[in-house]
């Protein structure tokens, strides 16, 4: 082997290593894109910090955010609708308000002109008796006398007239009073007279306060109704002779105590009871005796 080919195996080989060095730096430096996008946070807490999330997980958490804040500008642009919807409401309510006031300027004004061609017609009228008053100057020292005694008398009755026309507030205010008084009583009565007749039709505003204890009662049992374990028995006598729902009788038969009954509903002329059970000492008939109070004592059958 001559020196030229010395040289080129010298070569071949530096290069070899050159080509081997790079192939150590390329295999180095090599990244795979799917572990760094498949990345989890356990690994990266495995590796104290040095690794970063995957890219993957990252995108997620990018999109996670993205779309928090895609909520948030929704609801702060529905939060600035409201707003403004608020805004033109009071703007409209404003504008309202001003179509108003103008209205009540404009007739201020009106009357503002009515009350100086007033004024002035007022005044016409004063220059008028001014001149008069001038023309009566001549006479005013005989008459002097007469017009102290007169503004006296003036003076006199206009305090009457201030006494007057405050006691005529007074007055009025009293009777202001009154009627506001008068339609709160009224109601009261409707809204009292309602709830008598959702507890019992038969109560009426006349009603006294002791209805549930009855007055002196005396009838007879026209009808006698068994259902089930209960029995209901038909009276004589209603709500004309005072019966009222809720009232408790006393049955008898003679001078036999049959039992107690409680008014469970009344007409004018008749009333249903319902026999106590628990007072029961015999079996209601027809015919039999119903009175709110007996002296007699119970006695057996």
Not at 39 to 67: A, I, P
Not at 207 to 219: L, Q, R, S, V
Not at 261 to 280: E, Y
């Amino acid at each position: 082997m001559n020196l030229v080919g010395k040289i080129f195996v010298f070569l071949i080989m530096c290069m070899s290593l050159v080509f081997m060095a790079f192939g150590v730096v390329v295999y180095s430096t090599h990244t795979s894109w799917r572990a760094e996008s498949l990345r989890t946070e356990k690994e990266v807490k495995e590796s104290k910090g040095l690794l970063s999330l995957g890219l993957k997980y990252q995108l997620e958490n990018e999109k996670k955010k993205n779309d928090a804040l895609d909520n948030e500008k929704a609801e702060l642009e529905k939060q600035i609708a409201a707003i403004k919807a608020a805004h033109l409401q009071a703007l409209s309510k404003l504008e309202t308000e001003k179509s108003v006031l103008v209205a009540q300027s404009n007739e201020a004004q009106k009357s503002n002109s009515e009350m100086q061609a007033t004024l002035q017609g007022a005044l016409d009228k004063v220059q008028i008796e001014q001149k008069k008053f001038n023309a009566l100057q001549a006479e005013r020292d005989t008459l002097r006398e007469e017009i102290k005694l007169a503004r006296g008398k003036i003076d006199s009755e206009f305090s009457q007239v201030v006494v007057l026309t405050e006691q005529m507030h007074a007055a009025m205010n009293d009777l202001q009073r009154a009627e506001i008084r008068k339609k709160e009583l009224a109601d009261d009565v409707a809204k009292a007279t309602r709830l008598l007749h959702s507890i019992d039709t038969t109560l009426t505003i006349n009603t006294p306060p002791d209805y549930k204890t009855p007055p002196p009662i005396d009838g007879l049992v026209t009808g006698v109704r068994v259902s089930g374990p209960d029995t209901y028995a038909q009276l004589s006598i209603g709500s004309d002779v005072g019966v009222r729902i809720g009232h408790s009788l006393e049955i008898y038969r003679g001078n036999l105590y049959v039992g107690k009954l409680n008014v469970i509903r009344t007409t004018p002329d008749g009333a249903v009871g319902k026999v106590d059970k628990d007072s029961q000492k015999a079996d209601v008939l027809r015919g039999d005796r119903v009175e709110s109070r007996r002296s007699l004592k119970l006695t057996s059958g």
